[in-house]
């Protein structure tokens, strides 16, 4: 199975901050790699597909890039909406994995 | 727009068995495979099972293969995860979620059903 490793798993930050949040993989993954953003008592939401897509109606502050192994999400000017949970996510095999996730707080 | 309704969760002794259920609108449910993800109280995301539009092709998680099955009623825009030999360790919210723009990426989540495993 591919393992997916975030760092941090917690990070502090305020609005108006950039922040990087990184993600590995334990093997290639080509550019099959999401990040989703869960707030709490919430479903996930689609954030970034395919490494650098975003989805539609997501704010362009928020940007993803990497391919292979190494990947990072970037928020370049957080906003107060923006604090929640961010788990990266490879849908290059099967079994699908999650990062353990990055806890993002003010 | 896109509706994924969950149900069927409960509290469940240890080694019983539960069938969750997935109601779909929104979406053509019939071209789209779908996916079941949990998360245990607290914890991170843990993906359990994949079936394609037609149901002839299935995968599941290591932590859940041989105990869960994964089925489809596309005359009904249902999905079902039938939970065979429940460990204290299923207890998690579990979510159904569709396909995203025809790919295998999951895309959009419902609002899932707490399944809690106790004796």
């Known amino acids: 199975d591919i393992q997916m490793t975030q760092s941090p798993s917690t990070l502090s930050a305020s609005v108006g901050d950039r922040v990087t949040i990184t993600c590995r993989a334990s093997?290639?993954?080509?550019?099959?790699l999401a990040w989703y953003q869960q707030k709490p008592g919430k479903a996930p939401k689609l954030l970034i597909y395919?490494?650098?897509s975003l989805e539609s109606g997501v704010p362009s502050r928020f940007s993803g890039s990497g391919s292979g192994t190494e990947f990072t999400l970037i928020i370049s000017s957080l906003q107060p909406d923006d604090f929640a949970t961010y788990y990266c996510?490879?849908?290059?095999?099967?079994?699908?994995?999650f990062g353990q996730g990055t806890n993002l707080e003010i | 727009q896109v509706q994924l309704v969950e149900s069927g969760g409960g509290v469940v002794q240890p080694g019983r068995s539960l069938r969750l259920s997935c109601a779909a609108s929104?979406?053509?449910?019939?071209?789209?495979?779908m996916h079941w993800v949990r998360q245990a109280p607290g914890k991170g995301l843990e993906w359990v099972a994949v079936?394609?539009?037609?149901?002839?092709?299935?995968h599941y998680g290591d932590s859940v293969k041989g105990r869960f099955t994964i089925s489809r009623d596309n005359s009904k825009n249902m999905l079902y995860l039938q939970m065979n030999s429940l460990r204290i360790e299923d207890t998690a919210i579990y979510y159904c979620?569709?396909?995203?723009?025809?790919?295998?990426?999951?895309?959009?989540w419902g609002q899932g059903t707490l399944v809690t495993v106790s004796s």
């Open positions: 979620a569709n396909y995203y723009d025809g790919s295998s990426l999951i895309g959009f």
């Open positions: 929104g979406f053509t449910f019939s071209s789209n495979g």
């Open positions: 079936i394609s539009s037609d149901g002839s092709t299935k």
């Open positions: 093997q290639s993954i080509s550019s099959w």
């Open positions: 395919k490494a650098s």
């Open positions: 996510h490879q849908y290059n095999n099967y079994p699908y994995t």
